[in-house]
C-alpha cells in the first residue's frame, strides 16, 4: 500500500470505511474501498473492494472492468462515494431522476 493521497478526490468515504491507495502498475493508482467491519467468512478480517483507478500525471480517472483491469475514463462528477462504475440506466429509469 501507498501512503499517497489524491489532492483533488472529491469522495469522503462513507461511514464504517475508508480508502487505500495502491500503485497499480507503472501509471496508475488502484483505488480501494475497506470496510472496517468484520465478518465470519473471512475470519474476522475486513473487506476492501475496487473504487477505480487514478492516473496522477493526467488527472483523470477510470472505472474499473475487476480488480485487476482499468475500464473507460470517466467524470469524477459522475462517481459516487462507493464505486467509479457508472450507472447504467433505462430510459424509463432516466425520466424520475
Not at 36 to 55: A, P, Q
Not at 65 to 88: E, F, H, Q, W
Request: overall charge positive; hydrophobic content about 30%.
Amino acid at each position: 500500500m501507498t501512503d499517497l493521497t489524491i489532492c483533488d478526490f472529491p469522495h469522503q468515504p462513507p461511514e464504517g470505511y475508508q480508502y487505500e491507495y495502491e500503485n497499480f502498475g507503472a501509471r496508475l493508482i488502484s483505488i480501494w474501498l475497506r470496510c472496517n467491519l468484520t465478518f465470519d467468512y473471512n475470519l474476522g478480517k475486513s473487506t476492501r473492494t475496487i473504487w477505480g483507478f487514478y492516473n496522477p500525471k493526467k488527472r483523470e480517472y477510470y472505472a474499473p472492468i475487476n480488480s485487476s483491469k482499468c475500464g473507460d475514463k470517466v467524470n469524477i462528477s459522475d462517481t459516487r462515494n462507493y464505486t467509479a462504475m457508472p450507472l447504467i440506466k433505462t430510459v424509463l429509469e432516466s425520466c424520475f431522476v
